[in-house]
């Protein structure tokens, strides 16, 4: 098993900047990609980003963040963080950490059921 906490969220004006964190822990050799998703109410899960845990550090954007949001990762502490940048009411979301194996693509992005763990949430909301 693979356990993931997020940390950070908050409410910030259209504009500002707010910087998550997932700790994981556990079987961390079980996934080789990490992603950040997020849920607006109403809506389906749609996702971020994602980042290869291997040393090329691959990453994958959704279009509406790419620019504003940065995704990095320290393989010391297993712990992978969302710079989110240029905030919008838009990003107003719950934002979840997800872990998988073999998943790090926009497919697999575009898939959210094809990963294997995901932290609670935490809430991001954003006022204009």
């Known amino acids: 098993q693979v356990q993931l906490v997020e940390s950070g969220g908050g409410s910030v004006q259209a504009g500002g900047s707010l910087r998550l964190s997932c700790a994981a822990s556990?079987?961390?050799?079980?996934?080789?990609?990490m992603g950040w998703f997020r849920q607006a109410p109403g809506k389906e899960r749609e996702g971020v980003v994602a980042i290869t845990t291997t040393i090329d550090e691959t990453t994958y954007y959704a279009a509406s963040v790419k620019g504003r949001f940065t995704i990095s990762q320290d393989n010391t502490k297993n712990t992978v963080y969302l710079q989110m940048n240029s905030l919008k009411p838009e990003d107003t979301a719950m934002y979840y950490c997800?872990?998988?194996?073999?998943?790090?693509?926009?497919?697999?992005?575009?898939?959210?059921?094809?990963?294997?763990?995901w932290g609670q949430g935490t809430q991001v909301t954003v006022s204009s």
């Open positions: 556990g079987y961390t050799y079980r996934r080789n990609c």
């Open positions: 997800a872990a998988g194996n073999g998943v790090c693509s926009y497919y697999g992005l575009a898939n959210h059921r094809l990963w294997d763990y």
